[in-house]
């Protein structure tokens, strides 16, 4: 990894003038977060770990990697990135689970295909799967029928709906709306770039693994809130019974 740096206004990248930092939501990831922090590449000029309130030693590992780690009490997927992502400070914006779910030696190839699109917002796809015991049948359903109602719903064919591996300008979370504190999160701010003609959307494929640490997916509950979450985005309804306090608070403000 690079030397952080960061917050400095001189350009001090060394991937073709731009600034790199990579986001990585965590909650208990001791046994991920050291093979991801491990691998990263040395152009990357800030990392950021939000620890969402780890019971491990999460944030004492990603702190002895040279991670900038940021600490977030309120649980929520959506909520640990919003916090990471705000105070990202890079010119482009990658993101990672900080369960080696994701192919960390992609980044370059990722940013690659991004500087030569004509988009500021790219998405992996873990579709088709290389290796099908990388995702389980229930989660492969899940996203399949996820995926197919967010093509629908915003006339835009997606792949991997609730994919968390992207690559952005980080000047674009300044056009986005982004109230999901949950799991919604990662198939919202796809939404907010296919709506945005001056952001744009791709996506391209990634090979994904299996993950290290617990699983802290529920199928069921997640995948039927996101499909109620993706139907009231698409048709503004602002309040709903399915909305958490923390989206309904935010959809006030907003």
């Not at 617990?214 to 979450?229: A, S, T």
């Amino acid at each position: 990894m690079a030397t952080n740096c960061l917050p400095y206004d001189t350009i001090c990248a060394v991937y073709k003038d731009r600034r790199i930092t990579v986001v990585i939501p965590c909650l208990n990831e001791e046994k991920g977060i050291v093979e991801v922090l491990s691998r990263m590449p040395s152009f990357v000029d800030e990392v950021i770990v939000v620890d969402n309130d780890s019971t491990d030693r999460t944030a004492e590992l990603a702190m002895g990697l040279g991670a900038r780690v940021i600490g977030e009490k309120i649980r929520g997927y959506g909520r640990a990135y919003k916090t990471g992502l705000f105070q990202a400070q890079g010119d482009i914006v990658v993101t990672l689970d900080g369960d080696h779910s994701y192919p960390v030696d992609a980044i370059s190839y990722l940013l690659e295909v991004f500087l030569r699109s004509d988009v500021r917002f790219l998405s992996a796809t873990r579709f088709p799967l290389k290796n099908r015991n990388a995702m389980s049948a229930k989660h492969w359903i899940g996203n399949k029928l996820l995926s197919l109602a967010m093509s629908l719903l915003y006339f835009r064919w997606v792949r991997d709906s609730q994919s968390g591996m992207w690559v952005f300008e980080r000047q674009s979370l300044k056009e986005m709306n982004l109230i999901s504190d949950g799991m919604a999160f990662s198939e919202e701010i796809k939404i907010e770039a296919i709506r945005n003609p001056s952001i744009g959307f791709k996506e391209i494929y990634i090979d994904f693994s299996n993950r290290m640490g617990e699983i802290k997916l529920r199928p069921w509950k997640d995948g039927i809130h996101n499909l109620l979450f993706m139907i009231r985005k698409r048709f503004g309804i602002r309040r709903a019974p399915f909305a958490t306090p923390a989206e309904r608070k935010a959809q006030h403000q907003g």
